[in-house]
């Protein structure tokens, strides 16, 4: 295990060590896990002592076994590590995880005590920003859920309008609706949370924000906009969340591979596409910085329209190199002298199969190629010449 300088890190290396994992499980809708563990300022602790902190974590969590990358980050008053690793095997089988919020609390407990680490203070953020576990509407603690997941985000999280609230919260299954009218004369707004599914279904009755308490009713919630886009109102306030997504954006053509690696950055993004499947919205929910804000917010290339042009793009040109790669396997010479046939296969996508391979995984497109025309070589029969033909029907009319 390396302690890594971000500034060194490849991505790309980091999605092909991934990729096996990735590729066996597909159903999990969040492979990735993400612990950000943050020594108290007074505690100098070294490379080597990080690295060996982390390895302790990880063996406790019983990720021990499984590919990470622990980066090291110093942009706040106390050096901190960040530790991105999946909850997926190699077989497919997703990584037993329950109470992992609770387990991480008592595992770093104990790696205080063992290295007379300062205690952290009450709420301090130690743990995996996915410490705030979704709402499970199956259990019968629903009110009590919906209370604590509505207060823990408004607390975590900045967000500058009602729409990037509404992103946020889904994240974590939870709905809202905002509620205006009239009543004996009188202008009124209230706000109703809900369960979601993993799938945004609605589960049950609506909770009117009465119920649960006025810190997360509507005027509450007009005062955190306010003092969010007060906050935010700086642009270097969200240079982080934006050079992260600029890196990634740069290193991907398609959305799916995009939202896979900014997982890895500690970033969702959410893209809301239309029944044809186009891109016409962007969140971007950043649980390092504790932002959700919407892609404009960022810059015009990561809203809606610059995120579609640019995986377009990136798709053609994709296809294009496809395409160049199985002419030029077309034009090789073996040394017999004549051009070698081949059959040339369509891309992978235009099948219908969105996997990277078909048939044998990790292998590249031109070596794909080359297996499967070798393997069917002997099912196409040469073309007859059409004077060939011809003389074959006379013959057969004598």
Request: aromatic share 8%.
């Amino acid at each position: 295990m390396q302690v890594t300088d971000e500034r060194h890190f490849d991505i790309r290396e980091a999605l092909r060590c991934f990729e096996p994992y990735l590729e066996a499980n597909r159903r999990t809708k969040n492979p990735v896990f993400h612990a950000s563990l943050n020594p108290a300022p007074e505690d100098r602790l070294s490379n080597d002592e990080l690295r060996q902190i982390a390895r302790e974590y990880m063996e406790r969590m019983g990720y021990g076994a499984q590919p990470c990358f622990v980066f090291l980050h110093e942009d706040i008053e106390r050096r901190h590590i960040h530790i991105v690793s999946l909850r997926v095997g190699l077989d497919g089988r997703k990584l037993a995880h329950d109470f992992e919020a609770r387990r991480s609390r008592e595992i770093l407990d104990a790696l205080e005590r063992r290295y007379g680490l300062r205690p952290a203070a009450e709420g301090d953020a130690k743990q995996t920003y996915d410490t705030l576990s979704k709402l499970d509407y199956t259990k019968s603690d629903l009110k009590r859920q919906l209370a604590s997941l509505v207060r823990s985000t408004l607390h975590r999280y900045r967000c500058t309008s009602f729409g990037e609230l509404r992103t946020l919260l889904e994240y974590f299954n939870v709905s809202i609706e905002e509620c205006r009218g009239t009543a004996h004369g009188h202008e009124y707004a209230g706000i109703l949370y809900g369960a979601l599914d993993d799938d945004a279904t609605p589960q049950g009755v609506p909770i009117k924000s009465s119920r649960i308490g006025r810190d997360v009713g509507h005027r509450t919630l007009e005062r955190y906009y306010a003092h969010s886009r007060e906050a935010l109102r700086d642009s270097a306030a969200l240079d982080g969340t934006r050079q992260a997504v600029v890196r990634v954006l740069g290193a991907t053509r398609s959305p799916e591979e995009f939202c896979r690696l900014l997982e890895a950055e500690g970033i969702t993004a959410v893209l809301r596409r239309t029944d044809a499947g186009r891109i016409y919205g962007t969140t971007f929910i950043d649980h390092r910085a504790g932002v959700a804000v919407n892609g404009s917010r960022l810059g015009r290339e990561f809203a809606a329209n610059g995120l579609a042009a640019h995986f377009d793009a990136g798709q053609a040109e994709q296809r294009m190199q496809e395409a160049e790669e199985v002419q030029e396997q077309t034009q090789e010479i073996p040394q017999g002298g004549q051009p070698e046939r081949r059959r040339e296969y369509p891309p992978a996508q235009e099948r219908g199969d969105t996997r990277r391979s078909t048939a044998v995984d990790g292998m590249g497109l031109e070596e794909l190629f080359d297996l499967l025309a070798a393997g069917r070589q002997e099912e196409y029969e040469e073309p007859i010449p059409r004077e060939r033909r011809r003389r074959k029907k006379r013959r057969a009319k004598r």
